[in-house]
């Protein structure tokens, strides 16, 4: 079974740009999670989606959204990019009722 | 709120050498505990879990046991090797906050 994929793998934008991210999870998983790591913060929960529907969120301002289809696919985007927002994106998913996460390779961004 | 702390590295071994990462958790409820690695420019894989007081994950020679009187979940491994060079993540994740909590992780080293 193929595992998450997330593309692309590394972005560079620039300062007020937005960008989007997307994630394809594991066949048959229909819950996603999205998280930034940075090396200051660590791994932080941004938001997950089940069934096209946000269920949590993070404490990340409203520069960050995401959507996810009817196929389970997910993007995240963010807009007026700010030089904070230099991190590594994971992608996660996992069966609804079960609770191991599986992640993805991530995308690297850089804001310059 | 949920948190997990966990030993602050980085840490560097000779190989073959004896390997324990501490990790401390609060969480209201019953957590499931996890222990993940990230290899570099990877995403995190799945090491190991445990989902009940007493339970002990094990895989790749790595152990942990799930220590609720201690709310702790130390990593350990009898015999570390060179391709054990990567960053360990300990998480924990209460199914009705549709959420992980991770740790800062802690980079491992191992030395020929």
């Known amino acids: 079974k193929a595992g998450v994929t997330q593309t692309p793998r590394y972005l560079i934008k620039t300062r007020g740009q937005q960008v989007t991210l997307s994630c394809s999870p594991i066949?048959?998983?229909?819950?996603v999670s999205w998280y930034q790591q940075t090396p200051g913060q660590g791994l932080q929960f941004l938001f997950e989606?089940?069934?096209?529907?946000?269920?949590n969120k993070g404490n990340f301002p409203g520069r960050f959204s995401g959507r996810q289809f009817s196929n389970s696919r997910s993007e995240m985007n963010v807009s007026t990019l700010e030089l904070g927002d230099s991190a590594l994106y994971l992608c996660?998913?996992?069966?609804?009722?079960?609770?191991?996460?599986?992640f993805g390779p991530g995308t690297r961004l850089l804001v310059l | 709120g949920d948190s997990v702390t966990q030993m602050e590295g980085p840490v560097t071994l000779s190989e073959e050498a004896f390997l324990t990462i501490n990790c401390t958790y609060t969480?209201?409820?019953?957590?499931?505990l996890f222990w993940y690695v990230q290899y570099p420019g990877e995403g995190l894989q799945l090491l190991l879990k445990?989902?009940?007081?007493?339970d002990k994950g094990s895989n790749k020679g790595f152990e942990a046991t799930y220590r609720k009187e201690t709310t702790s979940f130390h990593l350990e491994k009898g015999s570390v090797q060179v391709s054990d060079s990567a960053v360990y993540f300990c998480?924990?994740?209460?199914?009705?906050?549709?959420?992980?909590?991770f740790g800062t992780g802690t980079s491992l080293t191992v030395i020929p």
């Open positions: 066949s048959g998983h229909r819950s």
């Open positions: 445990a989902t009940k007081a007493d």
């Open positions: 989606y089940f069934s096209e529907t946000q269920r």
């Open positions: 969480a209201t409820g019953y957590p499931s």
């Open positions: 998480a924990l994740t209460t199914l009705t906050g549709n959420q992980f909590y």
């Open positions: 996660a998913s996992r069966l609804f009722f079960q609770e191991t996460q599986y």
